[in-house]
């Protein structure tokens, strides 16, 4: 039962705990510089494959970030990318492993923020 105003109303037992039934977050993070954009793929198309794999189910995306040297990437991935509505963060390639260090800044914030039952999903092909 809930109160409201004076008036108890009952609250349908399939609206209740609704936070239980929710869908879990998820958060793509994808190192698109040990990963490129596969020759002749849109990147457009790569996020859509990679929002179609299983690991979605009950899952709801919060997220989906790239890191890379925007300079050295390709125009037409980088505004791919930008009409997928992934969120793409530069990252100057002066410094060894400056792009996976931010991914992990940015994967760390995420865990912070969405504990129980979230989901990450890294996309890399580094060893490190």
């Excluded at 809930?2 to 209740?16: D, F, K, L, R, V």
């Excluded at 958060?27 to 698109?32: E, K, L, Q, T």
């Excluded at 040990?34 to 709801?60: E, L, T, W």
């Excluded at 925007?70 to 990252?91: F, P």
Aim: aromatic share 8%; glycine share 4%; hydrophobic share 35%.
């Amino acid at each position: 039962m809930a109160s409201y105003n004076g008036w108890e109303t009952t609250i349908p037992h399939h609206y209740q705990n609704s936070e239980s039934n929710s869908p879990k977050s998820l958060g793509v993070f994808w190192d698109i510089e040990n990963c490129h954009v596969p020759n002749g793929k849109s990147a457009m198309a790569v996020c859509d494959k990679i929002r179609k794999q299983h690991f979605f189910q009950g899952h709801r995306e919060i997220l989906f970030a790239v890191v890379c040297d925007a300079t050295k990437e390709s125009k037409t991935v980088l505004e791919e990318l930008d009409k997928a509505q992934v969120d793409i963060t530069h990252v100057a390639s002066n410094r060894k492993n400056a792009a996976d260090d931010k991914l992990k800044q940015i994967m760390r914030r995420f865990a912070d923020l969405h504990r129980d039952g979230s989901r990450i999903v890294l996309i890399s092909g580094d060893m490190d």
